[in-house]
């Protein structure tokens, strides 16, 4: 069958079990294995969709953790590189009394090389691409120049075997050393990116748009754009129109890979059949609802991949939530 790559950081999020309060006072923080494209990756491998991650992780224990998580989650590894002299990243997370989200901070200290910015172009696993459906990627891959050159790498073998590009923006000011290289760099990376998703906050900051009519004509390529706003509705473009689906209210413990959980069953939903069909609107919206639900079920536990929901608990969910209307 053909699968989903999956291709960027995996790291740990170190979330804080103190609610409300700034990093200085936090006093304990607890582990969990994230990082977006991995958290893609294993959405995708909960609802049955088959999937490898193409990743560089550091020959240290935590490293080894995250790759022995992501293989019992039902993630193909071959493509995640293990770099002997550098550090498995983590990302310090506090929440607000809402559940939202702020980075902080990583581990190590300004000199510490972090294993995701050495993806070495030359070790991707070209047979992988070959029988690929989609390649799945953000942004913070592009921050440093060597994983800058893994993805440029990636885009010309999805180009040659045909496989389609979806883009998550997933902005991370806190990657860059240079935030402002994002300006130069987009726009490359969007000439080779056929479904784009986004948040609302950075569909403002890097397109000044917040209509994904207005994003598809501007990039006219795109086949879809999928544009999220929290607890707001989400706003889509597929199959040549627009339109908007609610999301689903829940009572959020934690955010974290609420995003991810989404685009995976967003994708989960078109690999199973043809693109064409998106020009068919009740499937776009059924699409883009079951989506919607994915992303509401996440919030409901800690932690980006624990949480995850299958198939059928998406379903169930829809079907509750569509008997009250």
């Known amino acids: 069958m053909p699968r989903v790559i999956c ?3 995996v790291l740990v999020d170190q979330i804080a079990e103190d609610i409300g309060v700034p990093y200085e006072q936090v006093s304990s923080w607890k582990p ?3 990082g977006a494209p991995a958290n893609v990756a294993c959405g995708l491998a909960k609802l049955g969709t088959p999937v490898s991650l193409i990743s560089c992780v550091g020959q240290d224990e935590v490293g080894a953790d995250l790759l022995r998580q992501l293989g019992a989650a039902g993630v193909e590894t071959s493509g995640v590189q293990v770099h002997p002299n550098s550090t498995t990243r983590q990302v310090y997370v506090t929440r607000d009394i809402l559940g939202d989200r702020s980075f902080d901070r990583f581990n190590g200290d300004s000199d510490t090389v972090f294993a995701d910015t050495l993806m070495s172009p030359e070790h991707l696993p070209e047979h992988l691409f070959a029988d690929a459906k989609f390649l799945v990627m953000g942004t913070l891959g592009l921050a440093s120049p060597q994983t800058s050159r893994a993805i440029a790498r990636a885009l010309k073998l999805a180009d040659q075997y045909f496989v389609k590009v979806v883009i998550d923006i997933n902005w991370r000011a806190m990657f860059w050393k240079s935030p402002e290289h994002i300006v130069k760099l987009l726009p490359i ?3 080779n990116t056929d479904f784009l998703k986004l948040t609302e906050d950075e569909s403002n900051l890097l397109f000044k748009l917040v209509s994904p009519a207005a994003i598809a004509q501007a990039y006219s ?3 879809g754009i999928l544009i999220t706003n929290g607890d707001k509705d989400c706003r889509y473009y597929l199959g040549e129109r627009q339109g908007k689906h ?3 209210p829940v009572h959020s413990i934690d955010t974290t890979g609420a995003g991810d959980s989404f685009l995976a069953a967003f994708i989960h939903k078109i690999y199973h059949r043809p693109l064409t069909d998106l020009l068919d609107p009740q499937f776009a919206e059924e699409v883009v609802g079951y989506a919607c639900a994915a992303g509401a079920l996440t919030t409901l536990d ?5 949480a995850q929901p299958n198939d059928q608990q998406i379903r169930e969910f ?3 939530r ?3 209307h």
Do not use: R
Request: glycine share 12%; net charge neutral.
């Open 7 to 9: 291709l960027g950081e």
């Open 221 to 223: 390529h795109l086949e």
């Open 246 to 248: 609610p999301v689903y």
């Open 32 to 34: 969990y294995f994230g």
């Open 318 to 320: 829809l079907a509750i």
């Open 302 to 306: 800690m932690g980006a991949i624990a």
């Open 322 to 324: 569509n008997n009250k």
């Open 189 to 191: 990376l969007l000439k």
